[in-house]
């Protein structure tokens, strides 16, 4: 799908808030979050244990909703959809990929993968040959006999996108999905996503791994709830000098999070020698 950075956001966050707790006990795990996607971004969300980055993509995947702000996808504010529809759009629109996999252990890769298509009550024999069909595309067809535990991390996490990619969802959500993988497997799963990024999808990432982030279009840093850092990357020159830094207002971690950013562009270039 050609990509426009005119054309409307995909999402668009404004003022978004997120409040955990009540009273003197309440924080925010989300800080007025504003951001806007564009169809076919891959963008890399980083920052420290506790910032909100799971926060932002459950809100983002209609797990969860804020308690301010508005939250617009494909132009439509979510407050105003059916619950009907937000579980059309969990199931045709956004696939979600976890750093534990969550694939259920009692089913094989075939009917873990099939598994979203129960839903909409497609007849089993058509939900398992769509879902032998992407497993091809991910070449595990070999592996559609085996249960989970007889597959590696990396295996089990390619399990895990092609079962999130099953209902060719354009807007792919992943929370550390190689956080539980060696440098190895993490850089196989990169490659895939970075194939549906290609592709025209949509993809946000958090990733605690700064070399990952060569593989995205855009970084975002966050700090409190809040974006500390918004880096565009020019991936056709390797350039950042397209750079947009957002100041954050309590805190100053400026510097630090661009060195993070900075230092995360040159493993593009260097991918392969870091990886040997
Ligand atoms: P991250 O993914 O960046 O590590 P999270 O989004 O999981 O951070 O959490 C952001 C903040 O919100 C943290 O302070 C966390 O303790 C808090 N939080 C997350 N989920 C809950 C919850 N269900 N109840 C209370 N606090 C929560
Ligand atoms: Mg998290």
Redesign the pocket.
């Known amino acids: 799908m050609p990509k426009s950075t005119t054309a409307a956001p995909v999402i668009q966050l404004t003022k978004l808030t997120k409040r955990?707790?009540f009273g003197d006990t309440s924080?925010n795990?989300l800080d007025e979050v504003t951001l806007k996607i564009q169809q076919g971004e891959f963008i890399a969300v980083m920052?420290?244990?506790?910032?909100?980055?799971?926060?932002?993509l459950n809100i983002i995947g209609l797990l969860d909703r804020a308690n301010e702000g508005d939250y617009e996808l494909d132009g439509k504010s979510v407050e105003s959809l059916s619950s009907k529809q937000h579980a059309y759009i969990r199931s045709n629109q956004i696939g979600i990929v976890f750093q534990s996999f969550n694939l259920i252990h009692r089913l094989n890769v075939l009917e873990n993968v099939a598994l979203p298509l129960t839903y909409k009550g497609m007849p089993r024999t058509k939900r398992l040959e769509r879902a032998s069909e992407i497993l091809k595309t991910f070449h595990l067809q070999e592996r559609e006999y085996y249960m989970p535990w007889q597959l590696s991390g990396g295996q089990m996490q390619r399990v895990a996108i092609a079962r999130a990619l099953v209902n060719h969802p354009s807007i792919i959500l992943a929370?550390e999905p190689t956080g539980n993988l060696d440098s190895r497997s993490s850089h196989v799963i990169m490659e895939e996503l970075s194939q549906l990024h290609k592709q025209g999808n949509t993809i946000i990432m958090?990733t605690h791994n700064p070399s990952l982030t060569s593989y995205a279009s855009r970084v975002i840093n966050?700090l409190d709830?809040k974006i500390a850092s918004d880096t565009h990357i020019r991936i056709d020159t390797g350039d950042i000098d397209t750079v947009t830094k957002i100041p954050l207002n309590r805190h100053s971690p400026k510097t630090k999070n661009a060195k993070t950013t900075k230092a995360a562009k040159p493993a593009r270039k260097t991918k392969k020698k870091a990886t040997t």
């Open positions: 955990y707790g924080h795990a920052g420290p244990s506790g910032c909100g980055k799971t926060t932002l929370d958090v966050m709830g």
